[in-house]
């Protein structure tokens, strides 16, 4: 366990850090967090957010800017709403059902698709989560999703994330019907971590053109989820911080004292691996 970034930010060029649950939980940002982002841009290089948001990234950078975040901590932002987007697109003409909030609508625009209200019109099914993630469960989806599965259409899911937090609470996420949809026989595609066309993306907003080992092993990961930043960062051949204070704050004891043998245990049991952890991102 390391007490901040800078212990180790000499080892790397490049960060590629989550957002939600390590910069902010949805309510207010983590000043260290930010300290630590700014740090490491003045001293080393460039910082990359890479989020499981299902919204093009100029979105998050608007709702960044009104938690305060300033610009000067990241030089891009990543989203897997932008990676599903360029999934969705390439089905151009297609009749779409839009699973999720009415605020994801502007996702679509200029993708060329038609969006349909009525399940039995549907060629194809782009989840960016729940109606109402305040009241719903997935299990208010099982039979609407049983329908759709046995018509063998497939489901692309802009946010793999199972919950987050928001606040105090842990909420929803699109990841948690993309996982039922699965579940009930359905075709479930996955755009963001821990999948590779998200750290592609990412490594291009890094101005990385080769994707060798020397390159991947100048970049550092930062994230709080086990099954998809540490799983990604593994699955990409990068290094990963982890932040224990995050989704699996729970699972380790006191939330600024993990106890680093039972994050050693559930590390070797999930076949993943962290080069160091840290309770909440800061920089010393």
């Not at 957010?49 to 100029?58: C, D, G, M, S, V």
């Not at 009749?95 to 969006?115: M, N, S, T």
């Not at 595609?189 to 590779?196: C, D």
Request: charged share 25%; with cysteine; glycine share 12%.
């Amino acid at each position: 366990m390391i007490d901040g970034l800078g212990e180790i930010a000499g080892r790397y060029g490049a960060l590629l850090c989550d957002v939600w649950g390590v910069v902010h939980n949805g309510v207010q940002v983590f000043s260290p967090a930010v300290e630590a982002l700014c740090a490491f841009r003045k001293d080393h290089g460039p910082v990359v957010l890479i989020t499981n948001a299902p919204r093009p990234a100029a979105l998050v950078e608007r709702q960044l800017d009104g938690l305060n975040m300033p610009r000067e901590a990241y030089d891009a932002v990543v989203t897997s709403g932008d990676v599903t987007r360029f999934a969705v697109a390439a089905k151009p003409g297609a009749k779409v059902l839009h699973i999720g909030p009415e605020r994801d609508l502007g996702f679509y625009d200029g993708l060329g698709i038609a969006l349909v209200d009525r399940d039995e019109e549907a060629e194809l099914i782009s989840c960016t989560g729940f109606f109402d993630d305040t009241t719903q469960s997935p299990a208010d989806y099982r039979q609407r999703f049983a329908g759709l599965a046995a018509r063998g259409l497939t489901l692309i899911c802009a946010n793999p994330d199972i919950v987050v937090e928001r606040g105090d609470q842990l909420i929803w996420c699109a990841g948690a019907l993309g996982r039922l949809y699965e579940e009930l026989g359905g075709e479930t595609v996955l755009a963001g971590k821990p999948f590779s066309p998200i750290y592609d993306a990412a490594m291009k907003a890094l101005g990385l053109k080769k994707l060798g080992t020397a390159d991947k092993a100048a970049v550092l990961t930062i994230g709080d989820g086990l099954y998809t930043d540490i799983r990604g960062a593994c699955d990409y051949g990068l290094d990963a911080l982890f932040v224990t204070g995050g989704i699996h704050a729970a699972d380790f004891g006191p939330v600024d004292d993990p106890d680093p043998a039972i994050v050693a245990k559930r590390l070797r049991q999930d076949a993943l691996a962290a080069v160091a952890i840290i309770p909440r991102l800061k920089w010393a």
